[in-house]
């Protein structure tokens, strides 16, 4: 069974930073070959994709998150990382990695709140 353990998640002010990590473990998911993505669901609203990463390392990004993080990856490691940068209140949220397309069951996911 696949797991998808989230952490590096916290209470940050406007403008702030945090650095997101993801350890993949179990079987039969090989991380080498999937596209990874972070994904978030704020307060209220649905889950949506803010940045994905090829197997490769070539990476997207939604809009909202353009410019202010960065999605990696550690395929030794099996281990997916977003560095966030210029945090704002809207990026509040709990948010899971899973490959593109989702594989298995979500994560706990990890929180992020920004203050004001």
């Known amino acids: 069974q696949v797991q998808f353990v989230e952490s590096g998640g916290g209470l940050v002010q406007s403008g702030g930073s945090l650095r997101l990590s993801c350890v993949v473990s179990?079987?039969?998911?090989?991380?080498?070959?999937?596209?990874m993505a972070w994904y978030r669901q704020p307060p209220g609203k649905q889950r949506e994709m803010v940045a994905r990463i090829t197997n490769a390392g070539t990476p997207n990004y939604a809009d909202s998150a353009e410019g202010r993080f960065t999605i990696s990856r550690d395929n030794a490691k099996a281990t997916l990382f977003l560095q966030m940068n210029s945090l704002n209140p809207e990026d509040t949220a709990v948010y899971y990695c899973n490959a593109v397309p989702k594989f298995g069951t979500w994560g706990q996911g990890t929180q992020v709140t920004v203050s004001s």
């Open positions: 179990g079987t039969p998911f090989n991380f080498n070959v999937y596209s």
